[in-house]
């Protein structure tokens, strides 16, 4: 499935291609050639459907069985986009530095979240400019998969001697299918207001990159653990925030960790504010605590955190498995589980 101009696409040559050509090969010209076409026949933008997958969940909900009910052609259509493997979103945008081309990817190009659908798991962005990233979905998939996933096209297109397809012999290939949406007055107002709320959440929300002068290579050499070593500045910098700021910390806060050596296993939470944690903080806040004494202490919270992360990893974690356990059992059983606990 391919969007450009909030116009949705199929391309029908990549239906027939076997898993292993799709996965040793970028792109045969034919292939190219539709996206061209595409491009180019991309002038005008279209109502902005996909926005409405960016909106509150309730909203969408009801807004999802209005559009798939009000044609045959609309619930096809999204058959298809849940059906293809990913989305190839392509958009009329050029960002320059990173940090432009990230905020792109996460909000959309400065028209906003139009050419997306965001329940898609995964989601390949290409700018005009040729910049490219990935948007994800996490209900259905987690970061490591993911990461896999991006690791595995970054280095296939840096292998020398990746395929970058063949000549084809084709004449004449396959025109891409455009495909169209029904919408009705109650939808066009649902796009209006979901683009509206997409506009107002964009704005709530900060982003900013900080580069060191050193990466994990250098933290492996001192003997420390990058995670533990980025979780800890991580907190410290936090505290210092609240600290300027006159405000206590409130509520908890957790890092993933992934439980994929089971069956069916995605993530645990690894409960990262610990005793020791607190204690490295707070050293460093003070004027009377040594260096060693402030070494000593990160030294013992990142352990502890490494300790952590390899348990819930081993899923003996504490929050997970009793979600599993509460969501498999009678009701009249849950009421009694939570009972005990309590």
């Not at 595409?38 to 969940?57: D, E, H």
């Not at 980025?230 to 908890?252: F, M, P, S």
């Not at 390899?310 to 009694?336: C, I, K, M, T, Y």
Request: net charge neutral; aromatic share 6%; charged share 20%.
């Amino acid at each position: 499935m391919l969007l450009r101009m909030d116009a949705y696409s199929a391309l029908p040559s990549w239906r027939r291609k076997s898993v292993v050509t799709a996965i040793h090969t970028l792109a045969s010209p034919v292939e190219i050639s539709q996206i061209e076409h595409i491009v180019s026949a991309s002038k005008t933008q279209l109502s902005a459907v996909g926005a409405l997958t960016a909106a509150n969940r309730d909203l969408w909900a009801s807004d999802y069985v209005h559009l798939r009910s009000l044609s045959p052609s609309n619930a096809e259509l999204i058959d298809t986009i849940h059906s293809a493997a990913f989305v190839l979103c392509l958009d009329p945008a050029t960002p320059g530095d990173f940090l432009t081309t990230s905020r792109f990817l996460w909000h959309g190009a400065p028209n906003g979240l139009r050419n997306r659908w965001v329940d898609k798991p995964i989601q390949m962005i290409v700018f005009d400019s040729a910049r490219a990233g990935l948007m994800g979905e996490h209900s259905i998939m987690d970061g490591t998969p993911t990461l896999k996933f991006a690791d595995g096209i970054c280095a296939a297109l840096a292998n020398p001697k990746f395929d970058h397809g063949s000549p084809s012999h084709s004449t004449s290939p396959p025109t891409p299918v455009e495909l169209q949406w029904t919408l009705d007055e109650t939808l066009k107002q649902s796009v209006a207001r979901a683009e509206r709320d997409a506009t107002a959440l964009v704005e709530t929300q900060a982003m900013n990159i900080v580069k060191t002068g050193y990466g994990k290579s250098a933290i492996k050499k001192a003997r420390v653990s990058p995670d533990a070593w980025a979780q800890l500045l991580v907190q410290l910098a936090y505290a210092r925030v609240l600290r300027a700021k006159g405000e206590k910390r409130q509520g908890g806060t957790y890092e993933s960790a992934t439980t994929r050596r089971f069956f069916k296993g995605r993530t645990e939470v690894i409960r990262v504010v610990t005793s020791e944690t607190d204690a490295f903080v707070q050293a460093m806040m003070a004027d009377d605590v040594s260096t060693e004494e402030k070494k000593a202490l990160f030294e013992k919270a990142a352990k502890v955190h490494v300790a952590n992360a390899q348990a819930a990893g081993r899923g003996e974690g504490v929050d997970r498995h009793l979600s599993g356990e509460l969501f498999n059992v009678p009701l009249a059983v849950l009421w009694l589980t939570v009972i005990v606990i309590v």
